[in-house]
């Protein structure tokens, strides 16, 4: 029980370009979830709490209007990266939490690609 | 507030050895304790929790943690180590807060071993 799925698993963008991310719970419905970015040989930086139904919670430093985020069902949070730029590569990760837990689980990642 | 330290970014094991990672924390609030594995361009994995109860938990793939409360600490321990248990090992604290529960993960410590 417990998995989350995260698509793409990879993603190659023009820069300039948008691109979205799609994080799911397969088998719970996640009240919920949240979006970090991994750099290489680091830990995670939380940039948004995704609460369905309601606007993200942004992490201080975090663009709102870059990292659009939008929880619309309970099983169901996107990250969409608007005007992709290089340094905007990176690994993204999601995860969510059961309603009543307090375990988060982790999706598989997206590494982004912006050329 | 709520902190997580891991004490040294890089072990090196040979197989067979003991495993040894160490995590220390601060909390306000009773804290729930995780550990989390990540294997090369994978998401994380929940390896165990302490939530309440025993402090001694078990996990997968033979790890345990104890829960010592006068240390703030929760190690993380296997008896013998496996080739397959070389990744990135990541200690994380979460509480409730205000809005719900928040997580703070460690910097990571990156587990090689030695054949």
């Known amino acids: 029980g417990a998995v989350v799925s995260q698509h793409p698993s990879r993603v190659i963008c023009k820069s300039g370009t948008s691109v979205k991310i799609e994080c799911r719970s397969l088998d719970f419905q996640a009240t919920t979830m949240f979006w970090y970015r991994q750099f290489p040989k680091q830990s995670l930086m939380l940039m948004a709490t995704?609460?369905?139904?309601?606007?993200?919670?942004?992490e201080q430093g975090v663009e709102k209007d870059k990292f659009l985020i939008n929880h619309a069902s309970l099983t169901l949070s996107t990250l969409t990266v608007t005007s992709a730029h290089p340094e905007d590569s990176s690994f993204y990760i999601c995860?969510?939490?059961?309603?009543?837990?307090?375990?988060?689980?982790f999706g598989e990642g997206s590494w982004l690609t912006v050329v | 507030a709520q902190s997580v330290t891991q004490l040294g970014s890089h072990v090196s094991v040979s197989e067979g050895a003991l495993v040894l990672l160490r995590c220390n924390y601060s909390?306000?609030?009773?804290?729930?304790l995780f550990w989390y594995v990540q294997y090369p361009n994978q998401g994380l994995q929940l390896l165990l929790k302490y939530t309440t109860g025993a402090t001694l938990v078990k996990g997968i793939n033979g790890f345990e943690a104890e829960f010592k409360k006068s240390e703030t600490s929760f190690h993380l321990t296997k008896p013998s180590a496996h080739m397959s248990d070389a990744a990135e090992y990541f200690c994380a604290v979460s509480a409730q807060k205000t809005g719900g529960f928040k997580t703070i993960f460690g910097a990571g410590t990156r587990l090689f071993v030695k054949a």
């Open positions: 909390s306000s609030v009773p804290p729930y």
């Open positions: 995860s969510a939490r059961p309603g009543g837990e307090n375990t988060i689980y």
């Open positions: 995704s609460n369905e139904g309601s606007k993200a919670t942004y």
